[in-house]
Nanobody, 125 residues
């Protein structure tokens, strides 16, 4: 059974940091694009960051550029999201996603095949 399991969410004050992890199981995801999306209450799921299968290319939403860093460890079948300088507007449920898709399509959640259950990130002001 293929599973993506996120961890590392929590409550943090504005300006603080969190590191999210997403562990994949059931098959290797070394050939997949991995990504993070987030969904705030009452809003649609939004792209945060994506990383290519080799880890050599990354893409970020404008709202998180310079503050968030996506990385992956293919030996561990795990992708990470380091979040620094957190703001209250970063509050959301964060989801990990994986898929075999074109790099140009990586901001579209419909292109991903696998999703985690989500982890809550709450940033207090």
């Amino acid at each position: 059974q293929v599973q993506l399991v996120e961890s590392g969410g929590g409550l943090v004050q504005a300006g603080g940091s969190l590191r999210l992890s997403c562990s994949a199981s059931g098959r290797t995801f070394n050939n997949d694009i991995m990504a993070w999306f987030r969904q705030a209450p009452g809003k649609e799921r939004a792209f945060v960051a994506a990383i290519s299968s080799s880890g050599g290319s990354m893409r970020y939403a404008d709202s998180v550029k310079g503050r968030f860093t996506i990385s992956r460890d293919n030996a561990k079948n795990t992708v990470y999201l380091q979040m620094n300088s957190l703001k209250p507007e970063d509050t959301a449920v964060y989801y990990c996603a994986a898929g075999y898709l074109d790099w140009d399509s990586n901001v579209d959640p419909r292109k991903y095949d696998y999703w985690g259950q989500g982890t809550q990130v709450t940033v207090s002001s």
